[in-house]
């Protein structure tokens, strides 16, 4: 069951909010670049076509220009300006792929600056969630007589932590507080992480569409860039700049 967002904190559904925004920005972006890939790969085929089809023209005719021993004949004439026909168009089109090449890499930089957004608030997100769900699933919890014995021992040990004979002797021999207190932090969270581990196996592979599980990364296509490279945007914007004056 999907959670209604809308009895979330304010803070989860501005979260919820920035995620959904980059997510739509992104996906937009990713859309427009497949159009301009898809536009680029016609018309590099159709390049590649017509200079093959200009090339066999031209064997054609040359090969009918010696067997006719010179005649120029209609269907040679028709073959030769075939040939120049289909080598015109073709550098017409690998003037089209030059023309659209810069636009592509523009998009393809500004797709992979979007997808590293999408990236940090879906992180964001799913952070601020978790704190949420942690919070507010522990009130619940906690409050079950049940749970009562589990504090206490739990408690318990926080105290053997803190003030148990052998801890203190250990603790005695460090001369530095902050490194005391580091110590028994990181024995408290192993302590509950040791308690809990055993419920922790799969929770976090549950396919149920709810809370944290809802909100998922937006595969990146073959076309994409792996990030954005500032230093790559400069230089692209430098070239492009150059060709245009």
Not at 65 to 88: P, V
Request: glycine share 4%.
């Amino acid at each position: 069951m999907t959670i209604n967002t809308n009895t979330l904190p304010q803070h989860v559904q501005a979260a919820i909010a920035r995620f959904e925004q980059d997510k739509a920005t992104y996906t937009e972006l990713q859309e427009r670049l497949g159009n301009i890939h898809q536009k680029l790969e016609k018309h590099r085929k159709s390049a590649d076509a017509m200079q093959t089809q200009s090339e066999q023209l031209g064997i054609q005719w040359r090969d009918a220009f010696r067997k006719s021993d010179g005649e120029l004949t209609k269907e040679i004439r028709a073959m030769k300006n075939g040939e120049t026909e289909a080598r015109d168009f073709a550098q017409e089109y690998t003037a089209l792929v030059e023309t659209l090449t810069p636009e592509f890499e523009v998009c393809q930089l500004e797709t992979a600056r979007l997808r590293g957004k999408h990236l940090e608030s879906l992180n964001s997100l799913k952070n601020i969630y978790a704190d949420h769900q942690l919070t507010a699933s522990a009130e619940k919890l906690f409050s079950l007589p049940e749970a009562k014995p589990f504090l206490m021992a739990l408690n318990h040990k926080f105290n053997e932590i803190h003030s148990g004979a052998e801890n203190k002797v250990l603790f005695n021999q460090i001369p530095y507080d902050d490194v005391v207190d580091n110590m028994k932090i990181k024995m408290e969270w192993r302590l509950i992480k040791d308690a809990l581990k055993l419920f922790l196996v799969g929770a976090d592979t549950d396919q149920t569409e709810d809370g944290l599980n809802q909100y998922h990364e937006v595969e990146i296509s073959s076309i994409e860039l792996e990030s954005y490279s500032p230093a790559r945007a400069q230089r692209l914007m430098t070239r492009i700049t150059a060709a245009i004056q």
